[in-house]
């Protein structure tokens, strides 16, 4: 899961003001601006409906409702599943203040904690992974409307092609981090990519001046691209 920095609270261009959201739905363009379009939970590319999620629970929190520092950018799945559950932020992995990038592994469409992390911390991303619904293979019913399994499993092996032909000479590091920026789910292709700095490396840029690529990655990796602690993060 790609750790997020959203950065300072935006400033509006004609007074140079910081902005202040009247509705939370207004920081929508400069979170996609910051961090791109990808939801911060699942990691899904987002074309349509994307939704400003609150990281606390807007219903309990409503001080927190129009509050920079509480938004990520979510699709409708996440944000439908994390609803208004308001888990003790110490008990959960967060993308916007841990170093997730080694917190889970992903399994035919399936996401799981790393079993190499210590109980406590699997526990953490166990519950990330609860309140997103992450884990979810939709049912028969629901199989048009949450793709977010299915398009997770098609990833996972679009990335082992890429490291395969990777390894054969066939497509360099620069061409798998603009794939990995069009086919969304960072997470899938940093762990694919473990041992290959030349990717990570990429992956792992927190800004770029190129668009494909992605932007608003925290900054807490090193020149391996290979995680680093975040400070603050509870992992
Ligand atoms: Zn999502």
Redesign the pocket.
């Known amino acids: 899961m790609r750790p997020l920095d959203r950065g300072p609270v935006p400033v509006d261009q004609d007074t140079g003001s910081l902005l202040v959201f009247k509705h939370y739905k207004d920081a929508k363009i400069h979170l996609i601006n910051r961090m791109g379009k990808f ?6 590319r987002l074309t349509q409906l994307i939704e400003v999620e609150h990281i606390q629970s807007k219903l309990k929190f409503p001080h927190l409702k129009n509050e920079w520092s509480n938004f990520v950018l ?2 409708k ?3 439908a599943a994390k609803l208004d559950e308001n888990p003790n932020p110490d008990d959960w992995l967060r993308p916007d203040r841990d170093n997730t990038s080694d917190a889970f592994r992903y399994r035919a469409g399936v996401v799981v904690p790393n079993s190499k992390l210590s109980p406590e911390i699997q526990a953490r991303a166990a519950r990330t992974i609860a309140l ?1 619904g992450l884990a979810r293979i939709p049912t028969r019913e629901r199989l048009d409307i949450d793709f ?1 399994w299915s398009d997770r499993r098609d990833c996972e092996a679009i990335a082992r092609k890429k490291l395969e032909e990777f390894h054969a000479g066939e497509v360099d590091a620069e061409t798998i981090a603009e794939l990995a920026f069009g086919y969304g789910f960072w997470g899938i292709w940093y762990i694919t990519f473990e041992g290959v700095p030349e990717v990570r490396r990429l992956l792992s840029r927190s800004q770029t001046e190129d668009t494909k690529q992605y932007q608003g990655t925290a900054a807490c990796f090193d020149e391996n691209g290979n995680p680093l602690p975040r400070p603050g993060d509870l992992l």
């Open positions: 939801c911060a939970y699942c990691e899904i979510s699709c799945q996440c944000n997103a977010r």
